[in-house]
Structures are given as C-alpha cells and as structure tokens.
C-alpha cells in the first residue's frame, strides 16, 4: 500500500467542469506538495501547504491535517490543464525526504 | 531565473551498455536530487546531496547506479551496466534547503530506454 494515496487515478473532463483531486496520507506530515507533470516529463511545483487553504488563479488547494487529507480543486477547467497531478508529502519524522503519490491523470477535452 | 538543467533529453541504449546523465541545479540551490520515474509511477528518491555531500541514498541501486556532485553545484548520475527496468525518465530537482517549507524546482527530466 503507498503511503500516499491519490483519487481518482485517471480523470476526463469536458472544458469548464469544476475538477476535485484527492490526496491521503497516513502518518502526521510537515508540509504537502501538489505537482503538476506534462507530458514530456517537466514537473512544476503547484503549492506547497502544511495547513488552510492557498489559491493561485484557477487553482485551490486545501489540506485538512486531522483528517489526513488535501484536496487539488480546478476552477472553470481547460484543456491546457491536462497533465499528470502529483501529491507529495514532507512526513514529520523526516523532513528532509519527501514521499509521492502515483498521480491523477488528467484530460480536458474541449 | 534560469531553471534546472539536465542533459540528455532521451536516451536510447542497449542492456548492459553504460549511461551518464548530468544536472545543473539553479544556482544557490544548496541541495539537489535525482529521482527515478517508472511509467505510471510517482518519481522514487535516488539519492539527496546537501552541497557536495550525500544526504540519503538509501534507494540508490549501488550495485550499479553511482552519482557525485563536485564543487557541490553540478550533478552526475552513473548507470553502470544498465538492465531493462531501469528504462525510466530521471529527474533532477534542487532547492535552496533541505527543510518542509522549501519549494522543489524540477528538470525536464532525461528518458532511458534501455533495449
């Protein structure tokens, strides 16, 4: 079992859709990651939160720390916005090292 | 700002032929990592450096995966004799630290397909 889950695996939606990507862990974390991963291999860091709430443009990204949990939300989707979100997380234990999980494929069709 | 760097782009070779991949992190960044990315997996840590020196490297295969960062700026990763499931795409990645609120900056990674 991954220590870090991501849901669902794979995601298709049509142009505007508000679009909900889910993250769980298991043990009490420092700080989690959302990555974003075009084809091609580039990875660009989304945001970086170890409580509340950030936005940025059509982006949200939530974390619940008691329940373990993070949420990516995309607002008013597009089809640029297909790519490969990755979740990645900081465990307390080791700061130093960061976990992540398998990705959400994304793909928004016009 | 100049982002990180890492050459080849693709790499296509034989089982048990040598490869070398090199990464050069944004300048400043004290620490850089090589992250290995199977098809439909998340990247897996190879190995960390902290400057010129190795922080973890508990995942790196040392039986045949090296990697050194001289002068604590550029980075290789060695592959020594490749096999088949080491066809992946490697990514370089540094930061400025090596605590939680430091953000990771990604290279577009080099894909191995090794034949």
């Known amino acids: 079992k991954n220590e870090v889950e991501q849901s669902p695996q794979n995601l298709t939606a049509q142009e505007g859709e508000f679009i909900t990507i889910n993250c769980s862990y298991s043990?009490?974390?420092?700080?989690l990651h959302w990555l974003q991963q075009h084809p091609g291999g580039g990875i660009v860091s989304l945001f970086m939160?170890?409580?509340g709430k950030k936005k940025h443009g059509r982006l949200i990204a939530t974390i619940n720390i008691q329940e373990k949990h993070s949420s990516l939300h995309i607002t008013a989707s597009h089809p640029r916005d297909s790519a490969v979100y990755i979740c990645a997380v900081r465990y307390a234990r080791w700061t130093d090292k960061l976990i992540f999980g398998t990705g959400t494929r994304l793909q928004v069709f016009p | 700002e100049a982002g990180v760097a890492q050459s080849p782009r693709y790499k296509i070779i034989e089982k048990r032929q040598s490869v070398a991949f090199w990464c050069n992190p944004i300048?400043?960044?004290?620490?850089l990592y090589w992250y290995q990315q199977i098809l439909g997996q998340g990247p897996k840590l190879l190995i960390q450096f902290q400057n010129n020196g190795v922080v973890d490297d508990s995942q790196l295969p040392k039986d045949r995966f090296s990697a050194e960062r001289l002068k604590g700026v550029d980075s290789t990763l060695k592959i020594q004799p490749a096999k088949l499931e080491d066809s992946a795409v490697y990514l370089c990645a540094s930061s400025l630290g090596q605590h939680e609120g430091e953000k990771l900056f990604f290279g577009s990674g080099t894909q191995l397909s090794v034949l």
């Open positions: 043990v009490g974390i420092s700080a």
């Open positions: 300048s400043g960044h004290a620490t």
């Open positions: 939160l170890s409580s």
